[in-house]
Protein backbone atom coordinates (compact mmCIF):
# COMPACT_ATOMS: atom_id res chain seq x y z
CA UNK A 1 0.00 0.00 0.00
CA UNK A 2 2.89 2.27 -0.61
CA UNK A 3 1.71 3.91 -3.79
CA UNK A 4 -1.48 4.54 -1.45
CA UNK A 5 0.61 6.67 1.05
CA UNK A 6 1.87 8.80 -1.93
CA UNK A 7 -0.84 9.15 -3.68
CA UNK A 8 -2.79 10.23 -0.66
CA UNK A 9 -0.33 12.85 0.12
CA UNK A 10 -0.29 14.32 -3.76
CA UNK A 11 -3.72 14.25 -3.55
CA UNK A 12 -3.83 16.32 -0.75
CA UNK A 13 -1.61 18.82 -2.40
CA UNK A 14 -2.81 18.95 -5.97
CA UNK A 15 -6.35 17.97 -5.35
CA UNK A 16 -6.40 16.00 -8.37
CA UNK A 17 -6.53 11.94 -8.19
CA UNK A 18 -4.74 11.96 -11.83
CA UNK A 19 -2.19 14.52 -11.28
CA UNK A 20 -1.49 12.49 -8.06
CA UNK A 21 -1.34 8.65 -9.52
CA UNK A 22 0.63 9.71 -12.39
CA UNK A 23 3.24 11.59 -9.99
CA UNK A 24 3.28 8.24 -7.90
CA UNK A 25 3.81 6.12 -11.14
CA UNK A 26 6.51 8.49 -12.93
CA UNK A 27 8.62 8.27 -9.56
CA UNK A 28 7.88 4.13 -9.34
CA UNK A 29 9.29 4.62 -12.95
CA UNK A 30 12.43 6.62 -11.63
CA UNK A 31 12.68 4.10 -8.43
CA UNK A 32 12.88 1.12 -10.67
CA UNK A 33 16.09 2.71 -12.55
CA UNK A 34 17.72 4.11 -9.43
CA UNK A 35 17.23 1.48 -7.05
CA UNK A 36 19.15 -1.83 -8.21
CA UNK A 37 22.12 0.65 -8.68
CA UNK A 38 21.91 3.01 -5.32
CA UNK A 39 20.22 0.18 -3.16
CA UNK A 40 16.88 0.51 -1.84
CA UNK A 41 16.75 4.10 0.46
CA UNK A 42 16.20 3.90 4.64
CA UNK A 43 12.32 4.91 3.77
CA UNK A 44 11.28 3.75 0.38
CA UNK A 45 8.00 5.71 1.43
CA UNK A 46 9.10 9.10 2.01
CA UNK A 47 11.38 8.48 -0.66
CA UNK A 48 8.67 7.89 -3.26
CA UNK A 49 6.71 10.81 -1.77
CA UNK A 50 9.94 13.18 -2.29
CA UNK A 51 10.50 12.43 -5.91
CA UNK A 52 6.70 12.27 -6.94
CA UNK A 53 6.19 15.44 -5.41
CA UNK A 54 8.99 17.21 -7.44
CA UNK A 55 7.26 15.56 -10.41
CA UNK A 56 3.70 16.78 -9.82
CA UNK A 57 5.00 20.19 -9.40
CA UNK A 58 7.07 20.11 -12.84
CA UNK A 59 3.09 19.08 -13.84
CA UNK A 60 1.32 22.25 -12.50
CA UNK A 61 4.16 24.14 -13.94
CA UNK A 62 3.83 23.05 -17.73
CA UNK A 63 -0.01 23.83 -16.70
CA UNK A 64 1.06 27.27 -15.61
CA UNK A 65 -1.23 28.93 -18.60
CA UNK A 66 -3.85 28.73 -15.95
CA UNK A 67 -2.10 30.25 -13.31
CA UNK A 68 -4.60 30.44 -10.68
CA UNK A 69 -4.33 31.52 -6.77
CA UNK A 70 -5.15 27.58 -6.25
CA UNK A 71 -1.78 26.29 -8.14
CA UNK A 72 0.21 28.71 -6.79
CA UNK A 73 -0.78 27.42 -3.24
CA UNK A 74 -0.43 24.02 -4.14
CA UNK A 75 3.05 25.03 -5.21
CA UNK A 76 4.26 26.54 -2.08
CA UNK A 77 2.45 23.60 -0.42
CA UNK A 78 4.96 21.13 -2.56
CA UNK A 79 8.17 23.35 -1.62
CA UNK A 80 7.43 24.02 2.17
CA UNK A 81 6.19 20.59 3.24
CA UNK A 82 8.14 19.07 5.64
CA UNK A 83 10.45 15.68 4.21
CA UNK A 84 10.26 13.29 5.49
CA UNK A 85 6.55 14.03 6.36
CA UNK A 86 5.39 13.54 10.67
CA UNK A 87 3.11 10.59 10.95
CA UNK A 88 -0.03 12.10 11.57
CA UNK A 89 0.31 14.32 8.15
CA UNK A 90 0.47 10.90 6.29
CA UNK A 91 -2.57 9.27 8.35
CA UNK A 92 -4.48 12.72 7.56
CA UNK A 93 -3.52 12.21 4.10
CA UNK A 94 -4.79 8.98 4.02
CA UNK A 95 -7.66 9.01 5.69
CA UNK A 96 -8.40 12.26 3.86
CA UNK A 97 -8.12 10.04 0.40
CA UNK A 98 -10.24 6.61 1.42
CA UNK A 99 -13.20 9.29 2.90
CA UNK A 100 -12.70 10.68 -0.74
CA UNK A 101 -13.17 7.76 -2.91
CA UNK A 102 -15.71 6.44 -0.03
CA UNK A 103 -17.93 9.56 -0.60
CA UNK A 104 -21.58 9.66 -0.51
CA UNK A 105 -21.40 11.80 -3.26
CA UNK A 106 -20.40 9.26 -5.60
CA UNK A 107 -22.53 6.11 -6.79
CA UNK A 108 -21.18 2.96 -4.86
CA UNK A 109 -20.07 1.32 -7.75
CA UNK A 110 -17.91 4.20 -7.96
CA UNK A 111 -17.13 4.27 -4.48
CA UNK A 112 -15.81 0.45 -4.82
CA UNK A 113 -14.26 0.84 -8.43
CA UNK A 114 -11.99 4.05 -7.06
CA UNK A 115 -11.57 2.56 -3.59
CA UNK A 116 -9.41 -0.57 -5.77
CA UNK A 117 -8.11 1.55 -8.63
CA UNK A 118 -6.68 4.51 -6.00
CA UNK A 119 -6.20 2.83 -2.37
CA UNK A 120 -5.16 -0.84 -4.03
CA UNK A 121 -3.68 0.57 -7.15
CA UNK A 122 -5.47 -2.36 -9.53
CA UNK A 123 -5.26 -1.29 -12.81
CA UNK A 124 -8.33 -0.71 -15.02
CA UNK A 125 -8.41 -3.91 -16.37
CA UNK A 126 -8.19 -5.54 -13.34
CA UNK A 127 -11.09 -4.09 -11.92
CA UNK A 128 -13.08 -4.10 -14.99
CA UNK A 129 -12.05 -8.26 -15.01
CA UNK A 130 -13.61 -8.11 -11.52
CA UNK A 131 -16.63 -6.68 -12.22
CA UNK A 132 -17.05 -8.58 -15.41
CA UNK A 133 -17.81 -4.98 -17.39
CA UNK A 134 -15.48 -3.84 -20.43
CA UNK A 135 -12.46 -2.00 -19.78
CA UNK A 136 -14.24 1.21 -21.40
CA UNK A 137 -16.91 1.33 -19.02
CA UNK A 138 -14.87 0.48 -15.69
CA UNK A 139 -12.66 3.69 -17.46
CA UNK A 140 -15.39 5.82 -18.00
CA UNK A 141 -16.72 5.24 -14.78
CA UNK A 142 -13.50 5.74 -12.62
CA UNK A 143 -12.78 9.40 -14.96
CA UNK A 144 -16.50 10.13 -14.20
CA UNK A 145 -15.76 9.80 -10.36
CA UNK A 146 -12.58 11.27 -10.34
CA UNK A 147 -14.10 14.49 -12.42
CA UNK A 148 -16.82 14.15 -9.90
CA UNK A 149 -14.07 15.06 -7.60
CA UNK A 150 -12.40 17.24 -9.28
CA UNK A 151 -15.12 19.88 -9.89
CA UNK A 152 -16.82 19.40 -6.62
CA UNK A 153 -13.39 20.03 -4.74
CA UNK A 154 -13.94 16.44 -2.22
CA UNK A 155 -11.60 16.22 -0.06
CA UNK A 156 -9.88 19.52 -0.45
CA UNK A 157 -10.89 21.40 2.58
CA UNK A 158 -10.30 20.76 5.96
CA UNK A 159 -9.67 16.93 7.29
CA UNK A 160 -13.00 15.82 8.50
CA UNK A 161 -13.64 16.09 12.20
CA UNK A 162 -13.68 12.87 14.30
CA UNK A 163 -17.22 13.40 14.61
CA UNK A 164 -17.79 13.63 10.93
CA UNK A 165 -15.22 10.75 10.20
CA UNK A 166 -17.97 8.61 12.74
CA UNK A 167 -20.74 9.56 10.85
CA UNK A 168 -19.18 9.20 7.45
CA UNK A 169 -17.58 5.36 8.83
CA UNK A 170 -20.52 3.16 7.74
CA UNK A 171 -20.60 3.98 4.29
CA UNK A 172 -16.32 3.57 4.03
CA UNK A 173 -17.21 -0.14 5.84
CA UNK A 174 -19.65 -1.24 3.28
CA UNK A 175 -17.35 -0.23 0.19
CA UNK A 176 -14.28 -2.10 1.83
CA UNK A 177 -16.83 -5.12 2.82
CA UNK A 178 -18.35 -5.00 -0.47
CA UNK A 179 -14.67 -5.35 -2.25
CA UNK A 180 -14.30 -8.16 0.06
CA UNK A 181 -17.50 -9.82 -0.71
CA UNK A 182 -17.42 -9.72 -4.75
CA UNK A 183 -13.65 -11.15 -4.13
CA UNK A 184 -15.49 -14.09 -1.25
CA UNK A 185 -18.45 -15.05 -3.69
CA UNK A 186 -18.25 -13.76 -7.47
CA UNK A 187 -21.92 -12.56 -8.17
CA UNK A 188 -21.27 -14.19 -11.60
CA UNK A 189 -19.06 -16.26 -13.76
CA UNK A 190 -17.22 -19.37 -14.39
CA UNK A 191 -15.48 -18.64 -10.34
CA UNK A 192 -16.73 -19.00 -6.97
CA UNK A 193 -14.03 -16.77 -5.53
CA UNK A 194 -11.73 -14.44 -6.71
CA UNK A 195 -9.26 -14.49 -4.14
CA UNK A 196 -7.25 -11.79 -5.51
CA UNK A 197 -10.21 -9.04 -4.80
CA UNK A 198 -10.76 -10.67 -1.13
CA UNK A 199 -7.17 -10.19 -0.50
CA UNK A 200 -7.43 -6.48 -1.49
CA UNK A 201 -10.56 -6.06 0.96
CA UNK A 202 -8.37 -7.89 4.25
CA UNK A 203 -5.74 -5.43 3.58
CA UNK A 204 -8.22 -2.11 3.13
CA UNK A 205 -9.72 -3.50 6.60
CA UNK A 206 -6.57 -3.59 7.90
CA UNK A 207 -5.33 -0.19 6.78
CA UNK A 208 -8.81 1.43 8.50
CA UNK A 209 -7.99 -0.37 12.00
CA UNK A 210 -4.37 0.78 11.83
CA UNK A 211 -5.95 4.53 10.89
CA UNK A 212 -8.61 4.24 13.40
CA UNK A 213 -7.96 1.59 15.70
CA UNK A 214 -10.58 3.06 18.59
CA UNK A 215 -13.33 2.16 16.31
CA UNK A 216 -14.68 -0.63 17.09
CA UNK A 217 -16.29 -1.50 14.18
CA UNK A 218 -13.24 -1.09 12.28
CA UNK A 219 -12.19 -3.95 14.23
CA UNK A 220 -15.12 -5.69 14.01
CA UNK A 221 -15.11 -5.65 10.07
CA UNK A 222 -11.35 -6.94 10.23
CA UNK A 223 -11.92 -9.57 12.26
CA UNK A 224 -14.79 -10.36 10.29
CA UNK A 225 -12.93 -10.45 6.85
CA UNK A 226 -9.81 -12.41 8.14
CA UNK A 227 -12.24 -14.90 10.20
CA UNK A 228 -14.19 -15.33 6.85
CA UNK A 229 -10.75 -15.25 4.64
CA UNK A 230 -9.33 -17.94 6.52
CA UNK A 231 -11.50 -20.44 5.49
CA UNK A 232 -10.66 -19.80 1.80
CA UNK A 233 -8.62 -22.94 1.04
CA UNK A 234 -11.98 -25.04 1.69
CA UNK A 235 -14.06 -23.32 -0.38
CA UNK A 236 -13.93 -25.38 -3.30
CA UNK A 237 -12.62 -29.72 -3.30
CA UNK A 238 -9.90 -30.60 -5.50
CA UNK A 239 -12.22 -31.19 -9.12
CA UNK A 240 -13.18 -27.26 -7.95
CA UNK A 241 -16.66 -27.65 -7.12
CA UNK A 242 -17.97 -25.73 -4.04
CA UNK A 243 -17.75 -27.47 -0.81
CA UNK A 244 -20.33 -26.61 2.06
CA UNK A 245 -19.13 -25.42 5.15
CA UNK A 246 -20.01 -28.34 7.04
CA UNK A 247 -18.22 -30.68 4.64
CA UNK A 248 -14.89 -28.76 5.23
CA UNK A 249 -11.92 -30.36 6.14
CA UNK A 250 -10.70 -28.09 9.48
CA UNK A 251 -7.80 -28.84 9.55
CA UNK A 252 -6.96 -26.76 6.07
CA UNK A 253 -8.04 -23.13 7.68
CA UNK A 254 -6.22 -21.06 8.53
CA UNK A 255 -5.93 -21.14 12.37
CA UNK A 256 -2.93 -18.21 13.19
CA UNK A 257 -5.77 -15.99 11.16
CA UNK A 258 -8.33 -17.34 13.06
CA UNK A 259 -6.72 -16.70 16.57
CA UNK A 260 -6.18 -13.25 15.36
CA UNK A 261 -9.68 -12.92 14.10
CA UNK A 262 -11.15 -13.82 17.44
CA UNK A 263 -8.02 -11.60 19.20
CA UNK A 264 -9.33 -8.51 17.41
CA UNK A 265 -13.15 -9.16 17.67
CA UNK A 266 -12.32 -9.07 22.00
CA UNK A 267 -10.43 -6.14 21.06
CA UNK A 268 -13.55 -4.53 19.51
CA UNK A 269 -16.05 -5.40 21.80
CA UNK A 270 -14.00 -4.06 24.94
CA UNK A 271 -14.25 -0.87 23.43
CA UNK A 272 -18.08 -1.02 24.48
CA UNK A 273 -20.06 0.16 21.49
CA UNK A 274 -21.21 -3.07 19.58
CA UNK A 275 -22.42 -2.82 15.47
CA UNK A 276 -23.16 -5.35 13.09
CA UNK A 277 -19.82 -5.93 11.82
CA UNK A 278 -18.78 -7.12 15.54
CA UNK A 279 -21.80 -9.36 15.42
CA UNK A 280 -21.26 -10.81 12.22
CA UNK A 281 -17.28 -11.75 12.90
CA UNK A 282 -18.79 -13.17 16.32
CA UNK A 283 -20.89 -15.20 14.13
CA UNK A 284 -18.28 -15.94 11.67
CA UNK A 285 -15.85 -16.30 14.72
CA UNK A 286 -18.45 -19.41 16.21
CA UNK A 287 -18.36 -20.97 12.79
CA UNK A 288 -14.16 -20.90 12.61
CA UNK A 289 -13.77 -21.69 15.94
CA UNK A 290 -15.95 -24.98 16.12
CA UNK A 291 -13.76 -28.21 16.01
CA UNK A 292 -16.25 -29.94 13.93
CA UNK A 293 -19.26 -28.91 12.14
CA UNK A 294 -21.63 -30.79 14.57
CA UNK A 295 -20.11 -29.00 17.66
CA UNK A 296 -20.94 -25.50 16.29
CA UNK A 297 -22.70 -23.50 18.66
CA UNK A 298 -25.75 -22.77 16.92
CA UNK A 299 -28.25 -21.37 19.54
CA UNK A 300 -25.39 -19.02 20.04
CA UNK A 301 -25.44 -18.26 16.79
CA UNK A 302 -29.15 -17.96 16.19
CA UNK A 303 -29.27 -15.25 19.57
CA UNK A 304 -26.71 -13.12 17.53
CA UNK A 305 -28.67 -13.45 14.29
CA UNK A 306 -31.30 -12.24 16.39
CA UNK A 307 -29.15 -9.12 17.50
CA UNK A 308 -27.76 -8.58 13.96
CA UNK A 309 -31.56 -8.29 12.87
CA UNK A 310 -32.04 -6.01 15.57
CA UNK A 311 -29.82 -3.29 13.73
CA UNK A 312 -32.27 -2.97 10.90
CA UNK A 313 -34.14 -5.18 8.89
CA UNK A 314 -32.36 -6.78 6.06
CA UNK A 315 -33.44 -10.10 3.70
CA UNK A 316 -30.33 -11.69 3.93
CA UNK A 317 -29.63 -11.28 7.81
CA UNK A 318 -33.20 -13.18 8.04
CA UNK A 319 -32.28 -15.89 5.71
CA UNK A 320 -28.96 -16.32 7.80
CA UNK A 321 -30.96 -16.15 10.94
CA UNK A 322 -33.67 -18.57 9.51
CA UNK A 323 -30.53 -21.21 8.46
CA UNK A 324 -29.33 -20.84 12.18
CA UNK A 325 -32.78 -21.27 14.03
CA UNK A 326 -33.51 -24.39 11.56
CA UNK A 327 -29.81 -25.66 13.00
CA UNK A 328 -31.00 -24.61 16.92
CA UNK A 329 -34.99 -25.44 17.09
CA UNK A 330 -35.41 -27.70 13.81
CA UNK A 331 -36.51 -27.32 10.54
CA UNK A 332 -40.07 -25.84 11.23
CA UNK A 333 -38.75 -23.07 13.01
CA UNK A 334 -36.31 -21.98 10.57
CA UNK A 335 -39.34 -22.19 7.65
CA UNK A 336 -41.23 -19.92 10.13
CA UNK A 337 -38.27 -16.86 10.10
CA UNK A 338 -37.44 -17.45 6.87
CA UNK A 339 -41.52 -16.40 5.58
CA UNK A 340 -40.80 -13.44 6.98
CA UNK A 341 -37.57 -12.48 4.86
CA UNK A 342 -39.20 -10.33 2.20
CA UNK A 343 -37.65 -9.14 -1.36
CA UNK A 344 -35.48 -12.75 -1.95
CA UNK A 345 -37.43 -14.05 -4.74
CA UNK A 346 -34.12 -13.46 -6.83
CA UNK A 347 -31.67 -14.66 -4.31
CA UNK A 348 -30.40 -18.10 -5.06
CA UNK A 349 -29.53 -19.10 -1.30
CA UNK A 350 -32.68 -17.90 -0.19
CA UNK A 351 -34.44 -20.67 -2.14
CA UNK A 352 -31.40 -22.94 -1.33
CA UNK A 353 -32.60 -23.10 2.10
CA UNK A 354 -35.78 -23.38 1.77
CA UNK A 355 -35.01 -25.83 0.17
CA UNK A 356 -32.68 -27.39 2.95
CA UNK A 357 -35.47 -26.89 5.43
CA UNK A 358 -38.34 -28.43 3.49
CA UNK A 359 -36.12 -31.54 3.19
CA UNK A 360 -34.96 -31.80 6.34
CA UNK A 361 -38.80 -31.27 7.53
CA UNK A 362 -39.50 -34.12 5.27
CA UNK A 363 -41.12 -32.66 2.27
CA UNK A 364 -39.02 -33.35 -0.45
CA UNK A 365 -41.41 -32.61 -3.39
CA UNK A 366 -41.47 -28.69 -2.21
CA UNK A 367 -37.88 -28.97 -1.13
CA UNK A 368 -37.29 -30.29 -5.24
CA UNK A 369 -39.20 -27.10 -6.19
CA UNK A 370 -37.24 -24.34 -4.21
CA UNK A 371 -34.24 -26.41 -5.52
CA UNK A 372 -35.45 -25.50 -9.72
CA UNK A 373 -36.29 -21.87 -8.43
CA UNK A 374 -32.34 -21.27 -6.87
CA UNK A 375 -31.81 -22.34 -10.20
CA UNK A 376 -33.92 -19.91 -11.86
CA UNK A 377 -32.19 -17.28 -10.50
CA UNK A 378 -28.84 -17.84 -12.32
CA UNK A 379 -25.74 -18.02 -9.45
CA UNK A 380 -22.33 -18.41 -10.73
CA UNK A 381 -21.27 -21.40 -11.92
CA UNK A 382 -19.78 -23.52 -9.55
CA UNK A 383 -22.93 -22.46 -7.61
CA UNK A 384 -25.07 -24.08 -10.41
CA UNK A 385 -22.92 -27.22 -10.01
CA UNK A 386 -23.59 -27.90 -6.75
CA UNK A 387 -27.33 -26.96 -6.63
CA UNK A 388 -27.88 -29.41 -9.72
CA UNK A 389 -26.33 -32.27 -7.70
CA UNK A 390 -28.62 -31.49 -4.86
CA UNK A 391 -31.54 -31.55 -6.80
CA UNK A 392 -30.75 -34.43 -7.93
CA UNK A 393 -29.66 -36.50 -5.10
CA UNK A 394 -32.79 -34.99 -2.97
CA UNK A 395 -35.52 -37.97 -4.07
CA UNK A 396 -32.57 -40.74 -3.04
CA UNK A 397 -31.00 -38.60 0.00
CA UNK A 398 -34.24 -36.96 1.70
CA UNK A 399 -31.90 -35.18 4.43
CA UNK A 400 -29.05 -34.11 1.92
CA UNK A 401 -28.81 -30.77 3.61
CA UNK A 402 -25.64 -28.02 4.74
CA UNK A 403 -25.36 -25.23 5.58
CA UNK A 404 -23.12 -23.32 2.65
CA UNK A 405 -20.31 -20.75 3.46
CA UNK A 406 -21.90 -17.46 2.70
CA UNK A 407 -21.99 -14.96 4.13
CA UNK A 408 -23.50 -11.40 3.35
CA UNK B 1 -13.55 30.92 -3.16
CA UNK B 2 -15.11 28.22 -5.23
CA UNK B 3 -18.94 28.62 -5.83
CA UNK B 4 -21.15 26.31 -5.81
CA UNK B 5 -25.04 26.83 -7.40
CA UNK B 6 -27.56 24.97 -5.41
CA UNK B 7 -30.96 24.54 -7.39
CA UNK B 8 -33.90 24.50 -4.81
CA UNK B 9 -36.60 22.22 -6.39
CA UNK B 10 -40.24 22.62 -4.86
CA UNK B 11 -43.13 20.63 -4.67
CA UNK B 12 -45.93 23.15 -2.81
CA UNK B 13 -45.43 26.61 -2.36
CA UNK B 14 -48.47 28.73 -0.63
CA UNK B 15 -49.90 31.62 -1.79
CA UNK B 16 -49.07 35.38 0.16
CA UNK B 17 -52.53 35.13 1.42
CA UNK B 18 -52.10 31.45 2.20
CA UNK B 19 -51.64 31.10 6.19
CA UNK B 20 -48.42 29.11 5.93
CA UNK B 21 -47.04 32.17 3.87
CA UNK B 22 -45.07 33.60 6.13
CA UNK B 23 -43.82 30.57 7.89
CA UNK B 24 -42.57 29.12 4.61
CA UNK B 25 -40.52 32.76 3.63
CA UNK B 26 -39.51 32.62 7.43
CA UNK B 27 -37.43 29.59 6.43
CA UNK B 28 -35.21 31.29 3.89
CA UNK B 29 -35.08 34.30 5.71
CA UNK B 30 -33.40 31.68 8.41
CA UNK B 31 -31.30 30.50 5.95
CA UNK B 32 -30.00 33.96 5.04
CA UNK B 33 -28.93 34.81 8.06
CA UNK B 34 -27.46 30.92 8.74
CA UNK B 35 -25.44 31.08 5.31
CA UNK B 36 -24.72 34.90 6.01
CA UNK B 37 -22.28 36.13 3.49
CA UNK B 38 -21.60 32.55 2.13
CA UNK B 39 -24.35 33.48 -0.19
CA UNK B 40 -22.88 35.96 -3.14
CA UNK B 41 -26.21 36.01 -5.29
CA UNK B 42 -29.46 33.75 -5.57
CA UNK B 43 -33.55 34.30 -7.09
CA UNK B 44 -36.41 32.84 -6.36
CA UNK B 45 -38.46 31.80 -9.24
CA UNK B 46 -41.89 32.59 -9.93
CA UNK B 47 -43.90 28.95 -10.65
CA UNK B 48 -43.45 26.16 -13.00
CA UNK B 49 -47.15 27.40 -14.81
CA UNK B 50 -44.70 30.84 -15.88
CA UNK B 51 -42.24 28.98 -17.60
CA UNK B 52 -41.88 29.33 -21.12
CA UNK B 53 -38.84 26.64 -22.87
CA UNK B 54 -37.15 27.61 -26.04
CA UNK B 55 -35.61 26.27 -28.30
CA UNK B 56 -34.17 26.99 -31.66
CA UNK B 57 -34.81 24.06 -34.26
CA UNK B 58 -32.14 23.81 -37.83
CA UNK B 59 -29.47 25.76 -36.15
CA UNK B 60 -28.57 29.40 -35.08
CA UNK B 61 -31.29 31.07 -37.35
CA UNK B 62 -33.41 27.90 -37.83
CA UNK B 63 -37.06 27.92 -36.45
CA UNK B 64 -38.33 29.18 -32.93
CA UNK B 65 -40.23 26.89 -30.92
CA UNK B 66 -41.43 27.77 -28.03
CA UNK B 67 -42.73 25.24 -25.29
CA UNK B 68 -45.49 26.36 -22.81
CA UNK B 69 -44.09 25.20 -19.52
CA UNK B 70 -40.76 24.00 -17.79
CA UNK B 71 -38.23 21.72 -19.46
CA UNK B 72 -39.18 18.94 -17.98
CA UNK B 73 -42.63 18.25 -16.29
CA UNK B 74 -41.82 16.60 -12.84
CA UNK B 75 -43.57 16.67 -9.56
CA UNK B 76 -40.60 18.96 -8.43
CA UNK B 77 -40.01 22.05 -10.07
CA UNK B 78 -37.19 24.66 -9.92
CA UNK B 79 -38.10 27.14 -7.52
CA UNK B 80 -35.05 29.28 -7.06
CA UNK B 81 -31.64 29.06 -6.63
CA UNK B 82 -28.99 30.26 -4.26
CA UNK B 83 -24.79 30.79 -5.26
CA UNK B 84 -22.96 29.76 -2.17
CA UNK B 85 -19.41 30.17 -1.89
CA UNK B 86 -17.97 26.86 0.01
CA UNK B 87 -14.18 25.46 0.40
CA UNK B 88 -15.65 21.91 -0.85
CA UNK B 89 -18.87 19.68 -1.89
CA UNK B 90 -18.73 19.08 2.12
CA UNK B 91 -19.01 22.75 2.90
CA UNK B 92 -21.67 23.19 0.53
CA UNK B 93 -23.93 20.34 1.40
CA UNK B 94 -23.27 21.85 5.11
CA UNK B 95 -25.32 24.61 4.12
CA UNK B 96 -27.78 22.92 1.39
CA UNK B 97 -29.27 21.05 4.10
CA UNK B 98 -30.45 24.57 5.85
CA UNK B 99 -32.34 25.46 2.73
CA UNK B 100 -35.68 24.64 3.45
CA UNK B 101 -36.89 22.83 0.30
CA UNK B 102 -34.00 20.31 1.04
CA UNK B 103 -36.60 19.50 4.16
CA UNK B 104 -40.19 20.35 3.94
CA UNK B 105 -42.34 19.41 1.76
CA UNK B 106 -40.49 16.40 -0.37
CA UNK B 107 -39.08 19.55 -1.95
CA UNK B 108 -34.43 18.80 -2.97
CA UNK B 109 -31.62 21.01 -3.44
CA UNK B 110 -29.08 20.09 -6.42
CA UNK B 111 -25.99 21.11 -5.82
CA UNK B 112 -23.35 21.99 -9.27
CA UNK B 113 -20.19 23.34 -8.83
CA UNK B 114 -19.78 26.86 -10.84
CA UNK B 115 -17.57 26.31 -13.73
CA UNK B 116 -14.74 29.10 -13.04
CA UNK B 117 -13.88 30.39 -16.52
Not at chain 1, 32 to 46: H, K, L, N, S, Y
Not at chain 2, 83 to 107: E, K, N
Request: with cysteine; net charge negative; glycine share 8%.
Amino acid sequence: MEGGRVVATLFRMTGDLDVAEDAFADAAIVAFERWPVDGIPERPGAWLTTVARRKALDHLRREARRQTLEQQASEALMATDPDPLPYHTVRDDQLRLIFTCCHPALVRDAQVALALRVLCGLTTTEIARAFLTSDTTMGQRIARAKHKIKANRIGIGRVPRDAELSARLPGVLAVVHLVFTTGHHAPVGSELQRVDLADEGVRLARLLTDLMPDEAECLGLLALVESVHARRSTRLDAGGEAVLLRDADRSQWDHDAIAEASALLERALRLGRVGPYQVQAAISCLHSLAATADATDWVQIAELYGVLDGFGANPFVRVNRAVAVGEADGPDAGLEVLATAEGTDGWHFAHTVRADLLARSGRADEAAAALRAALACAPNDVDRRLLEARLAGLTGVPDAQGVHDHRR
Amino acid sequence: MPLFVTLIYETARPEPTDPGFADFMGGYAAFGELAGPAIVDGAPLLGPDTATTVQVRGGKDGDLVLTDGPFAETKEWLGGFYVLQADDLDAAIALARHIPAAWRDGGKVEIRPAWEM
